[in-house]
Structures are given as structure tokens and as C-alpha cells.
T-cell receptor, first 113, second 112 residues
Framework: KQEVTQIPAALSVPEGENLVLNCSFT??????LQWFRQDPGKGLTSLLL?????REQTSGRLNASLDKSSGRSTLYIAASQPGDSATYLC????????????FGQGTILTVHP | ETGVTQSPTHLIKTRGQQVTLRCSSQ?????VSWYQQALGQGPQFIFQ???????GRGNFPPRFSGLQFPNYSSELNVNALELDDSALYLC???????????FGPGTRLTVT
């Protein structure tokens, strides 16, 4: 059974800091990994998707890496801003025919001015 | 292009009642998945529908059921509501074979 763990559970940083969020998964047989952002009480916004054959993806100030063999992914946020405050979730797709996502519990990020 | 929409936004029900939640998939998507997100937790996969049939199910009891319609929209039905069913219910759509899923804003269900 796939299990996904995110560390830390919560993070508070001053504006401008670079930061790293961690995600680990127990079964390396994945098809892809997605990072999502969730604002309080809202749905999920996809940030980055990394296919199992890729090592990293970048979008603006965000960079996600994937080490499938060790079961780890990191989300790097450069020059953090108060608007980045949200919960960040990682989810793995086990490559089944129906693409079920298994989520971690999320990291709550607060960026203070 | 229209994104994933869900209705209603919020819902309050009493224990033992039944509820129906609705989802319209993103234009061009033929697969719909439902997730339950309890407060402070990550979403949990309930089931997926493709070509109007259930195409995979998570660890949820049979009182959670669904439908998909020819226009790919979907319903989630929950019978005999329990207090623990209080959660944010998320719908996601994708095209079968393309695994990136796009999520709707969710329906907040409160069971009292």
C-alpha cells in the first residue's frame, strides 16, 4: 500500500527566504508525482507534475525534483512571498489504469512580511 | 475552456440522511474521480468513473456510490450519513490515459 509523508507539517518563514518542502513515498513504482497548492477551504491548484522518467520540473519561482529510486521529491520555492502562504500537497500516481492519486497530509506554509 | 465545477458549495445534513453532490468535468475530459478531505488531512480517493462505469474504488463503504452521465458529469451519493462524513468533497477530471488531474473547488459537507 502506497504511503506518502510530507515534512515539515508546518513552516513559517519571513518574506524573501528560499525554502524546501519534502515529500517521501513508500512504493517507487509510480507513474508521476504532482505538487498542489490549497488555499483554506478551497480546491486544489496543480503546481507541477513530474513524470517518473523526469528528474525535475520548473515553473517560475517553483522547482520540483524527483528521485524515484529513493522515493523522494522536493518542492523548492525561491524568494518566498506572503501570497505563497497556503497548504502544499504532494500526490503520487501509482500508474494503475485509473490513475488514483495518493496524497500526503500537506505542509502548511506561512510567509510573513 | 471551462474548468471543473461542483455544486453545492456548502451543505448541512443530519446524521442518517442522504446527500447528492454534483460535478461537471473540464471540457474534453472523460474521467471523473472523487476524493474526501477531512479537516487537516490530505484527500482520500473514493472512486473514479469512466464511460459511465466505476473504474476503481478506494477504501470506502458501499453507502458511497456514484454515477457518470453521457456528458461526463458525475454525482456522488452518500446514504445513511455519519458524523465522520463531514469533510470537503473534491471532484477531479482528466482524460483517460493522461494522468494529470484537474480539481474543482469542492463541496463542504457538514453532518450534525
Amino acid at each position: 500500500k502506497q504511503e506518502v509523508t510530507q515534512i515539515p507539517a508546518a513552516l513559517s518563514v519571513p518574506e524573501g527566504e528560499n525554502l524546501v518542502l519534502n515529500c517521501s513515498f513508500t512504493d517507487s513504482a509510480i507513474y508521476n508525482l504532482q505538487w498542489f497548492r490549497q488555499d483554506p477551504g478551497k480546491g486544489l491548484t496543480s503546481l507541477l507534475l513530474i513524470q517518473s522518467s523526469q528528474r525535475e520540473q520548473t515553473s517560475g519561482r517553483l522547482n520540483a525534483s524527483l528521485d524515484k529510486s529513493s522515493g523522494r521529491s522536493t518542492l523548492y520555492i525561491a524568494a518566498s512571498q506572503p501570497g505563497d502562504s497556503a497548504t502544499y500537497l504532494c500526490a503520487v500516481n501509482g500508474g494503475t489504469s485509473y490513475g488514483k492519486l495518493t496524497f500526503g497530509q500537506g505542509t502548511i506554509l506561512t510567509v510573513h512580511p | 475552456e471551462t474548468g471543473v465545477t461542483q455544486s453545492p458549495t456548502h451543505l448541512i445534513k443530519t446524521r442518517g440522511q442522504q446527500v447528492t453532490l454534483r460535478c461537471s468535468s473540464q471540457s474534453g475530459h472523460n474521467t471523473v474521480s472523487w476524493y474526501q478531505q477531512a479537516l487537516g488531512q490530505g484527500p482520500q480517493f473514493i472512486f473514479q468513473y469512466y464511460r459511465e462505469e466505476e473504474n476503481g474504488r478506494g477504501n470506502f463503504p458501499p453507502r458511497f456510490s456514484g454515477l457518470q452521465f453521457p456528458n461526463y458529469s458525475s454525482e456522488l451519493n452518500v446514504n445513511a450519513l455519519e458524523l465522520d462524513d463531514s469533510a470537503l468533497y473534491l471532484c477531479a477530471s482528466n482524460t483517460m490515459g493522461k494522468y494529470e488531474q484537474y480539481f474543482g473547488p469542492g463541496t463542504r459537507l457538514t453532518v450534525t
